[in-house]
Protein backbone atom coordinates (compact mmCIF):
# COMPACT_ATOMS: atom_id res chain seq x y z
CA UNK A 1 0.00 0.00 0.00
CA UNK A 2 1.12 3.17 -0.87
CA UNK A 3 1.73 5.46 2.72
CA UNK A 4 0.43 9.26 3.26
CA UNK A 5 1.15 11.32 0.24
CA UNK A 6 1.59 15.39 0.57
CA UNK A 7 2.26 17.79 -1.82
CA UNK A 8 4.26 20.24 -2.21
CA UNK A 9 7.22 18.87 0.00
CA UNK A 10 8.17 22.39 0.10
CA UNK A 11 6.80 26.14 0.00
CA UNK A 12 8.12 29.92 0.23
CA UNK A 13 5.14 32.24 0.30
CA UNK A 14 4.65 35.91 1.27
CA UNK A 15 2.91 37.54 4.21
CA UNK A 16 -0.88 37.96 2.93
CA UNK A 17 -0.79 34.99 0.29
CA UNK A 18 -2.66 32.36 0.83
CA UNK A 19 -1.53 29.12 0.13
CA UNK A 20 -3.28 24.87 -0.25
CA UNK A 21 -1.64 22.16 0.65
CA UNK A 22 -2.71 18.63 -0.44
CA UNK A 23 -2.92 15.37 1.10
CA UNK A 24 -3.86 11.65 -0.13
CA UNK A 25 -4.68 9.16 2.60
CA UNK A 26 -3.60 5.74 2.30
CA UNK A 27 -6.24 3.82 0.00
CA UNK A 28 -9.37 2.50 2.12
CA UNK A 29 -8.97 5.26 4.46
CA UNK A 30 -11.42 7.88 5.35
CA UNK A 31 -10.20 10.10 8.16
CA UNK A 32 -7.40 12.93 7.63
CA UNK A 33 -6.24 15.02 9.98
CA UNK A 34 -4.13 18.14 9.79
CA UNK A 35 -1.67 19.20 12.12
CA UNK A 36 0.84 22.12 12.76
CA UNK A 37 3.96 21.27 13.71
CA UNK A 38 6.36 24.04 15.05
CA UNK A 39 9.55 23.92 17.19
CA UNK A 40 8.04 25.88 20.69
CA UNK A 41 4.13 24.59 20.32
CA UNK A 42 4.68 20.41 19.45
CA UNK A 43 2.24 19.10 17.22
CA UNK A 44 -0.98 20.95 17.25
CA UNK A 45 -4.73 19.75 15.68
CA UNK A 46 -5.94 21.37 12.93
CA UNK A 47 -8.83 19.50 12.14
CA UNK A 48 -10.08 15.69 10.94
CA UNK A 49 -12.20 15.08 8.25
CA UNK A 50 -14.17 12.01 7.49
CA UNK A 51 -16.50 11.01 4.32
CA UNK A 52 -16.32 14.68 2.81
CA UNK A 53 -17.36 16.40 6.42
CA UNK A 54 -15.27 17.99 9.26
CA UNK A 55 -15.68 16.03 12.33
CA UNK A 56 -13.42 17.83 14.65
CA UNK A 57 -11.51 21.14 15.08
CA UNK A 58 -8.65 22.61 17.08
CA UNK A 59 -8.42 26.13 18.32
CA UNK A 60 -6.69 28.27 15.31
CA UNK A 61 -8.36 30.80 13.18
CA UNK A 62 -10.81 30.71 10.24
CA UNK A 63 -7.94 31.48 8.18
CA UNK A 64 -6.88 28.14 8.36
CA UNK A 65 -9.72 25.70 6.41
CA UNK A 66 -9.96 22.46 4.77
CA UNK A 67 -12.26 20.31 2.86
CA UNK A 68 -11.93 16.31 1.81
CA UNK A 69 -13.12 15.29 -1.79
CA UNK A 70 -15.20 12.05 -2.34
CA UNK A 71 -11.50 9.90 -3.04
CA UNK A 72 -10.47 10.85 0.81
CA UNK A 73 -7.68 13.39 -0.53
CA UNK A 74 -8.00 16.59 1.37
CA UNK A 75 -6.46 19.64 0.84
CA UNK A 76 -5.78 23.18 3.50
CA UNK A 77 -5.55 26.19 3.04
CA UNK A 78 -4.28 29.36 4.65
CA UNK A 79 -5.39 32.76 3.73
CA UNK A 80 -3.47 36.03 4.37
CA UNK A 81 -0.59 33.61 5.52
CA UNK A 82 1.50 35.71 8.58
CA UNK A 83 4.83 35.00 9.53
CA UNK A 84 4.11 33.04 12.27
CA UNK A 85 2.20 30.36 9.74
CA UNK A 86 5.88 28.99 9.42
CA UNK A 87 5.76 25.39 10.32
CA UNK A 88 5.69 21.95 9.21
CA UNK A 89 2.23 20.82 8.47
CA UNK A 90 1.44 17.20 8.78
CA UNK A 91 -1.43 15.14 7.68
CA UNK A 92 -2.71 11.83 9.00
CA UNK A 93 -4.75 9.25 7.86
CA UNK A 94 -6.31 6.81 10.02
CA UNK A 95 -8.48 3.53 9.04
CA UNK A 96 -12.48 3.26 9.12
CA UNK A 97 -13.19 4.48 12.39
CA UNK A 98 -10.79 7.00 12.24
CA UNK A 99 -9.95 5.70 15.82
CA UNK A 100 -7.37 3.39 15.22
CA UNK A 101 -3.64 3.80 14.40
CA UNK A 102 -2.59 7.01 12.39
CA UNK A 103 -0.65 6.98 9.65
CA UNK A 104 1.47 10.27 8.95
CA UNK A 105 2.46 12.27 5.46
CA UNK A 106 6.14 13.22 5.02
CA UNK A 107 4.88 17.32 5.94
CA UNK A 108 4.73 20.25 3.71
CA UNK A 109 7.52 22.86 4.98
CA UNK A 110 5.87 26.33 4.74
CA UNK A 111 8.29 29.19 5.35
CA UNK A 112 6.29 32.70 5.15
CA UNK A 113 8.83 35.73 4.80
CA UNK B 1 -9.52 20.67 27.66
CA UNK B 2 -6.80 18.04 26.98
CA UNK B 3 -3.39 18.37 28.34
CA UNK B 4 -0.28 16.27 28.32
CA UNK B 5 2.71 16.44 29.56
CA UNK B 6 6.34 14.44 29.08
CA UNK B 7 9.81 15.62 29.42
CA UNK B 8 11.29 17.94 26.98
CA UNK B 9 15.03 15.88 27.00
CA UNK B 10 16.27 12.56 27.81
CA UNK B 11 20.16 11.93 27.34
CA UNK B 12 21.52 7.63 27.84
CA UNK B 13 24.24 6.26 26.29
CA UNK B 14 23.57 2.69 24.22
CA UNK B 15 22.17 0.08 25.49
CA UNK B 16 20.92 2.16 28.25
CA UNK B 17 16.79 1.71 29.41
CA UNK B 18 15.29 4.98 28.91
CA UNK B 19 11.58 5.74 30.27
CA UNK B 20 9.78 8.63 28.95
CA UNK B 21 6.42 9.42 31.64
CA UNK B 22 3.46 10.92 30.53
CA UNK B 23 0.83 12.20 32.43
CA UNK B 24 -2.86 13.26 30.72
CA UNK B 25 -5.76 15.01 31.22
CA UNK B 26 -8.37 14.76 29.32
CA UNK B 27 -12.07 13.71 28.79
CA UNK B 28 -13.63 10.78 27.16
CA UNK B 29 -10.37 9.20 27.34
CA UNK B 30 -9.91 6.20 24.69
CA UNK B 31 -6.47 4.91 24.63
CA UNK B 32 -2.51 6.29 24.76
CA UNK B 33 -0.47 6.37 21.78
CA UNK B 34 3.10 6.86 21.25
CA UNK B 35 5.02 8.01 18.04
CA UNK B 36 8.65 8.40 17.53
CA UNK B 37 9.75 11.34 14.60
CA UNK B 38 13.26 11.65 13.50
CA UNK B 39 14.75 14.84 12.71
CA UNK B 40 13.26 16.04 9.63
CA UNK B 41 10.72 12.73 9.22
CA UNK B 42 7.23 12.07 9.55
CA UNK B 43 5.92 10.40 12.92
CA UNK B 44 5.60 6.87 13.20
CA UNK B 45 3.46 4.97 15.17
CA UNK B 46 5.15 2.60 17.87
CA UNK B 47 2.51 1.48 20.51
CA UNK B 48 -1.28 1.94 21.49
CA UNK B 49 -2.59 0.85 25.14
CA UNK B 50 -6.38 1.40 25.78
CA UNK B 51 -6.29 -1.08 28.86
CA UNK B 52 -3.80 -0.98 31.82
CA UNK B 53 -1.32 -2.98 31.68
CA UNK B 54 2.14 -3.51 29.83
CA UNK B 55 2.32 -3.95 25.79
CA UNK B 56 5.77 -5.37 24.98
CA UNK B 57 7.07 -4.63 21.10
CA UNK B 58 10.29 -5.89 20.88
CA UNK B 59 13.16 -3.19 22.19
CA UNK B 60 10.24 -0.77 23.29
CA UNK B 61 7.35 -1.43 25.91
CA UNK B 62 3.89 0.77 26.87
CA UNK B 63 2.41 1.36 30.00
CA UNK B 64 -1.03 2.53 31.23
CA UNK B 65 -2.31 3.11 34.12
CA UNK B 66 -5.91 4.72 33.78
CA UNK B 67 -6.41 5.50 37.11
CA UNK B 68 -3.67 7.33 37.25
CA UNK B 69 -3.69 9.22 34.27
CA UNK B 70 -0.04 7.88 33.63
CA UNK B 71 1.71 6.13 31.07
CA UNK B 72 5.08 5.39 29.85
CA UNK B 73 7.07 4.33 26.56
CA UNK B 74 10.23 1.70 27.90
CA UNK B 75 12.88 1.69 25.19
CA UNK B 76 15.30 -0.90 26.05
CA UNK B 77 18.52 -1.58 24.56
CA UNK B 78 19.47 1.56 23.25
CA UNK B 79 20.93 2.06 19.74
CA UNK B 80 22.02 5.30 18.17
CA UNK B 81 19.35 4.64 15.86
CA UNK B 82 17.24 5.87 18.36
CA UNK B 83 17.89 9.46 18.70
CA UNK B 84 14.76 11.06 18.08
CA UNK B 85 11.63 12.63 19.52
CA UNK B 86 8.82 11.00 21.27
CA UNK B 87 5.52 11.45 21.07
CA UNK B 88 2.92 10.21 23.62
CA UNK B 89 -1.02 11.25 22.65
CA UNK B 90 -4.30 10.63 23.96
CA UNK B 91 -7.15 9.41 21.91
CA UNK B 92 -10.51 10.81 23.11
CA UNK B 93 -14.06 11.88 22.19
CA UNK B 94 -16.92 10.24 21.29
CA UNK B 95 -15.85 7.82 18.97
CA UNK B 96 -12.20 8.14 19.93
CA UNK B 97 -11.40 9.85 16.89
CA UNK B 98 -9.62 12.85 18.40
CA UNK B 99 -5.95 12.80 18.95
CA UNK B 100 -3.91 15.08 21.43
CA UNK B 101 0.32 15.30 20.95
CA UNK B 102 2.00 15.88 24.01
CA UNK B 103 5.12 18.21 24.08
CA UNK B 104 7.21 15.35 23.01
CA UNK B 105 10.63 14.02 24.83
CA UNK B 106 14.07 14.17 22.50
CA UNK B 107 16.13 11.05 23.40
CA UNK B 108 19.37 11.64 22.87
CA UNK B 109 21.31 8.32 22.94
CA UNK B 110 25.20 8.75 23.10
CA UNK B 111 28.13 6.10 22.31
Known amino acids: KAGVTQTPRYLIKTRGQQVTLSCSPISGHRSVSWYQQTPGQGLQFLFEYFSETQRNKGNFPGRFSGRQFSNSRSEMNVSTLELGDSALYLC????????????FGQGTRLTVV | GQSLEQPSEVTAVEGAIVQINCTYQ??????LSWYQQHDGGAPTFLSY????GLEETGRFSSFLSRSDSYGYLLLQELQMKDSASYFCAVRFGAAGNKLTFGGGTRVLVKP
Open chain 2, 49 to 52: NALD
Open chain 2, 26 to 31: TSGFYG
Open chain 1, 92 to 103: ASSGQGGNTEAF
